[in-house]
C-alpha cells in the first residue's frame, strides 16, 4: 500500500517564525489533504490539494503530484498554530483507503 | 457552512459490551468513512462505505466491526464484544462525489471519545 512519510516528527519555533513540513508518498494519488488537529483532537480541515499550490492566510501549501510530495508553510508562527499537523492522502477515485502520515507535533512558544 | 456531527462526544463501555457509534454525514454527499485515533498515535483508516455497501476497508475492520446507513442520515458503526484496546477516538467523514477526475475533500465530525473498562 501507499507509504505516507511527513518530517519533521516534532517543531518547536518562536512566535514569528516561519516553518516547512514536508509530506512524502510513495505512488501516485487522488487525493490529499492538510489537518490541524488541536489541543481539543478536532481535526481542521486546512488544504485539499491533490496539485497545485493554495494559500490560506498565513499557511500556504504545494503537491508536486509528479514527484509525490507536498509541502506546508507556516509564516508568522502564533501559539494557537501549536498542535499536530497530518498529512492524508487517498488513492483511486471515490471512497478508497485513506492513509495518514504520523504527523508534525509543533510547539510554538510566546 | 454544513458540519458532519458525531454522537455521543464520550462513550465509557464495560469490556464484552457491544457499542454504537452515530454519525450524520453532510446531506449531499456521498462517501462515508469511519477512522480511529488511538491516544498519542496517527489517524488509520477504517472503512468507507458509497451506495450502501462497503467500499474498502481496512485489516483493522475485522468482523468484529460493522457499518450501517440504517435511514438515509445516519452512518453508524457498531463494535461488538469490546476490548480494551478498542479504547480511542473514533472519527467519522463524509465527501461529495468526485470531481474532474479526483476525489473531493473528506469532511470530518468532530470525533467520539471511546473508552472501554
Known amino acids: 500500500g501507499i507509504q505516507v512519510e511527513q518530517s519533521p516528527p516534532d517543531l518547536i519555533l518562536q512566535e514569528g517564525a516561519n516553518s516547512t513540513l514536508r509530506c512524502n508518498f510513495s505512488?501516485?494519488?487522488?487525493?490529499l489533504q492538510w489537518f490541524h488537529q488541536n489541543p481539543w483532537g478536532q481535526l481542521i480541515n486546512l488544504f485539499y490539494?491533490?496539485?497545485g499550490t493554495k494559500q490560506n492566510g498565513r499557511l500556504s501549501a504545494t503537491t508536486v503530484a509528479t514527484e509525490r510530495y507536498s509541502l506546508l508553510y507556516i509564516s508568522s508562527s502564533q501559539t494557537t498554530d501549536s498542535g499536530v499537523y497530518f498529512c492524508a492522502v487517498e488513492r483511486g477515485t471515490g471512497g478508497f483507503k485513506t492513509i495518514f502520515g504520523a504527523g508534525t507535533r509543533l510547539f510554538v512558544k510566546a | 457552512e454544513p458540519e458532519v456531527t458525531q454522537t455521543p462526544s464520550h462513550q465509557v463501555t464495560q469490556m464484552g459490551q457491544e457499542v454504537i457509534l452515530r454519525c450524520v454525514p453532510i446531506s449531499n454527499h456521498l462517501y462515508f468513512y469511519w477512522y480511529r485515533q488511538i491516544l498519542g498515535q496517527k489517524v488509520e483508516f477504517l472503512v468507507s462505505?458509497?451506495?450502501?455497501?462497503?467500499?474498502?476497508k481496512s485489516e483493522i475492520f475485522d468482523d468484529q466491526f460493522s457499518v450501517e446507513r440504517p435511514d438515509g442520515s445516519n452512518f453508524t458503526l457498531k463494535i461488538r464484544s469490546t476490548k480494551l484496546e478498542d479504547s480511542a477516538m473514533y472519527f467519522c467523514?463524509?465527501?461529495?462525489?468526485?470531481?474532474?477526475?479526483?476525489?473531493?475533500?473528506?469532511?470530518f465530525g468532530d470525533g467520539t471519545r471511546l473508552s472501554i473498562l
Open positions: 467523514a463524509s465527501s461529495p462525489d468526485y470531481s474532474g477526475g479526483f476525489n473531493q475533500p473528506q469532511h
Open positions: 490539494i491533490p496539485s
Open positions: 505512488d501516485s494519488v487522488n487525493n
Open positions: 462505505f458509497y451506495n450502501n455497501e462497503i467500499s474498502e
